[in-house]
Structure formats: structure tokens, C-alpha cells
């Protein structure tokens, strides 16, 4: 909701509203990075971000990104042994984002991140089946045996897996290229699923999650999600 700028700053209880125009007068507060100094300006409780005396004021406002992350960079904070994080990917964003779920070490590819607790929670719940899709490098050949295999779920060190899909695209001799679709996200699950089939994963990368799709998003880049690309994850 747009409320004016005083009235924001007096609702989070900074000063009264005159004095809170004052504030702005002096231009000690900012919007979004900028300083502000007009007492019309309006200001969404939801999408902007207003400082005061450096610090933000009210909540954080939701933001919504994707990544595509390459091999070689860890979806935690901080690493034991200190390898390259992908926080060190989205530098430019100030507010404190976390992954959606996990991609291992070694997969590339789609990796949400949001600030928005409640759906991560959401997303990350066993109980929404959220399809992801895989773009797959396998040694061998998968059979059709294997496949009925996938859809039947298959038994990795947690148990069996839910039904999921494998489809070969391309036969290139010693490996083939697969799309792989689960609706789990259990620690290395592809990687598992394929070892047991004896057709090893040799590289992976993430390329969809639900309708949302990496496209041509550049390897290390990330970029905002559309309005339309959150809602449809708040419907989920
Ligand atoms: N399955 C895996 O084995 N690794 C990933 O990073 C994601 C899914």
C-alpha cells in the first residue's frame, strides 16, 4: 500500500509526522538508496526500501531472485573450507536473501533466493511436489527398464523416491543427454538416483523449477523475478 513518506516514518515510530517532515526536509531520510526531500512522495510499504540515519526503517521489503549458478560455488553463507559461496554471485543485492533449497558443489543452473521466509517455507516443503527439472549428462545409456525404474521410485540411502521422470534427448556414445524431472529435493537425489541405475550423473545443471525456466540466463548472473513469476509461486 502507497502511504506518504511522514506518515510511513511516524507509523514505524521514528518521530511524529511534522517531525518527521522536518526529517525529510533536512534530508536525512532516503528511498531506496536516494535521498528524498519532497514531502509529497509516496512510498509502498511492500516494494520500497526507506532509511533513516543509515538504518532501514520497518520491514524488509520481499525480493525475489534468480541465479544461475555455476560448478564450483557452495549454496551455503559461509564455507568450512572456504570455498566460493553463491552470496559472493549476488554482491549488488543488499537485502539479506537465503537460497530456496540447495544446488550441490558441482550442479549449475537454477537456484532461487528470496527474503521472503514464508515461501521458501513454502517452496521448500516436502508437500508441495514442486517439479524440478534437470538437464542431465549420464555415462551410458538409461534403458527402458531404468525408466520404468524412475517412475516407479527408486531405493537410495533414504528410502524410495517419489516418481520421477527420465527422458533421453540425445545418445552420444559413451554418455547421453537426459532431462530428469523429481518433485523431491533430498540431499544429491539425482546424483543417487542415477548411481543406482549404474548410469552415473557426469554433469548437471538445474534448468526449471515449476513454470518458472533458467532461459538464457548467463552462467553466474542472476536477475529479479517478474511480478508475474512471484505470483505464481505465492499460488503454488
Ligand atoms: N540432485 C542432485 O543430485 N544434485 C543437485 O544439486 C540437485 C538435485
New binding site residues.
Given amino acids: 500500500m502507497e502511504v506518504r513518506l511522514q506518515k510511513f516514518l511516524a507509523e514505524a515510530g521514528i518521530a511524529s509526522r511534522r517531525k518527521s517532515e522536518e526529517l525529510i526536509l533536512k534530508g536525512k531520510v532516503q528511498v531506496n538508496g536516494v535521498t528524498v526531500t519532497e514531502l509529497g512522495t509516496k512510498v509502498d510499504d511492500k516494494l520500497d526500501t526507506v532509511t533513516f540515519n543509515g538504518k532501514r526503517v520497518g520491514e524488509e521489503r520481499h525480493v525475489y531472485i534468480m541465479l544461475n549458478k555455476p560448478e564450483g560455488f557452495v549454496?551455503t553463507a559461509k564455507d568450512q573450507f572456504d570455498r566460493p559461496t553463491v552470496m559472493d554471485l549476488i554482491k549488488g543485492v543488499k537485502e539479506r536473501v537465503v537460497p530456496v533449497?540447495?544446488?550441490?558443489?558441482?550442479?549449475s543452473?537454477l537456484l532461487l533466493l528470496t527474503n521472503d521466509g514464508d515461501l521458501t517455507f513454502k517452496l521448500t516443503h516436502p508437500s508441495k511436489k514442486i517439479e524440478?527439472t534437470?538437464s542431465a549428462k549420464l555415462f551410458g545409456k538409461p534403458t527402458d527398464e531404468n525408466i520404468k525404474e524412475f517412475a516407479e521410485g527408486i531405493e537410495i540411502d533414504t528410502g524410495k523416491t517419489h516418481p520421477a521422470k527420465i527422458e533421453i534427448i540425445e545418445d552420444l556414445g559413451k554418455y547421453c543427454l537426459c532431462n530428469i524431472t523429481?518433485t523431491e529435493?533430498?540431499?544429491?537425489?539425482?546424483?543417487?538416483?542415477?548411481d543406482a541405475i549404474k548410469h552415473p550423473?557426469a554433469t548437471?545443471k538445474?534448468v526449471g523449477t515449476g513454470k518458472l525456466n533458467l532461459g538464457d540466463l548467463k552462467k553466474g548472473t542472476y536477475r529479479y523475478l517478474t511480478d508475474s513469476e512471484v505470483k505464481y509461486l505465492k499460488s503454488l
Fill in positions: 549454496t533449497g540447495r544446488l550441490d558443489y558441482d550442479t543452473g524440478k534437470y523429481i529435493g533430498k540431499n544429491r537425489q539425482v546424483r543417487k538416483m542415477c550423473v548437471l538445474r
